[in-house]
């Protein structure tokens, strides 16, 4: 049985004959329609970036950020429409700050993607809302430090109640995407927008999994990514904009932050490079 949406697109709370929710679906689109967002996980960090589309002439230069910070340790980047992504993120901050009231700790990036997906996916069961016309990427870097006696559990050293693996450490680069649906899964790189199907193909050329790339490169990487994605919409021009987190060792100190101008600077004029390459290997191959 095949349903259209006439007649089951009324209300949030209603599946069609085939169990669709087509409200969920709808906002997928309104995603698919908003810039290319990305999010790197490397081997010392996280990279987010998103490619900002300009809408006017009149609007200001590097104004209206779209990548925000969270907590300390965590910032979020966003798809779709804006002003439901400001509301994500206003949330994200609440739900960060209860965190650290309550633990005296900076929020666990894998925490924090568990309950904005539970937000999330609260607005698909109600008639009197509709869904989040949004797709998130959440990055973030967890603290290395050295656990607590209470942190692990080990073989049963007469330290502590519970006992602890002399050493133990966890934490590191994270990395989620939270979907319109409250669906989320971890990645070593995410994409959505208009773009997403390119820079997914560009992300899994770069092997993530094996966890080689330094965060320096993931910048370059991002930037070159976003460039060969943003070729679908070539007549519009856009702004890249860019932030990081790495390890307490590395240049942001474990906090989200913007990526230097001079970095951002740099690793758009390899991207333009890289894009002029290609075009020209593609025009040769067309003159053979």
């Known amino acids: 049985m095949t349903s ?15 169990g669709r929710n087509f409200q969920v679906e ?16 490397c081997k010392d960090g996280v990279v987010l970036a998103l490619e900002k589309l300009v809408v006017s002439k009149l609007l200001k230069h590097g104004a209206n950020k779209r990548i925000a910070t969270v907590d300390r340790n965590a910032g979020i980047v966003s798809s779709g429409l804006t002003p439901d992504g400001r ?9 960060a700050a209860q965190w650290r009231k309550l633990y005296k700790a900076p929020i666990p990036t894998s925490s924090l993607a568990n309950r904005m997906g539970s937000y999330v996916q609260a607005y698909t069961l109600y008639s009197s809302v509709r869904p989040f016309g949004v797709t998130a990427i959440i990055g973030g870097w967890d603290a290395e430090d050295e656990l607590p006696v209470d942190g692990m559990v080990g073989s049963g050293p007469s330290v502590g109640s519970g006992g602890k693996q002399e050493g133990s450490k966890k934490g590191g680069p994270s990395l989620y995407m939270i979907e319109p649906s409250g669906l989320y899964w971890g990645y ?3 994409a ?9 193909s560009e992300l899994e050329k770069l092997d993530l999994a094996a966890g080689n790339l330094t965060l320096e ?8 990514i976003l460039y060969f994605a943003h070729e679908d919409s070539k007549d519009k021009e856009f702004e890249l904009e860019m932030t990081w987190i790495s390890s307490k060792d590395g240049p942001t100190k474990g906090r989200h932050e913007e990526v230097p101008k001079e970095l951002r600077e740099e690793a758009e004029r390899l991207a333009k490079k890289a894009l002029e390459g290609d075009e020209d290997d593609e025009d040769t191959k067309m003159e053979e």
């Not at 259209?4 to 085939?18: A, E, Q, R």
């Not at 959505?192 to 997914?200: H, P, V």
Request: net charge positive; charged share 25%; proline share 2%.
């Open 188 to 190: 070593y790189g995410a």
């Open 217 to 224: 490169e993931g910048v370059k990487e991002a930037a070159r």
């Open 87 to 95: 509301h994500f993120v206003s949330r994200a901050r609440d739900e």
């Open 192 to 200: 959505t927008g208009k773009g997403r199907q390119s820079a997914k």
């Open 4 to 18: 259209i949406g006439t007649g089951y697109d009324l209300s949030n709370s209603v599946f069609s004959p085939d």
């Open 26 to 41: 709808y906002a997928v689109k309104a995603v698919e329609n908003g810039g290319t967002a990305i999010g790197i996980r």
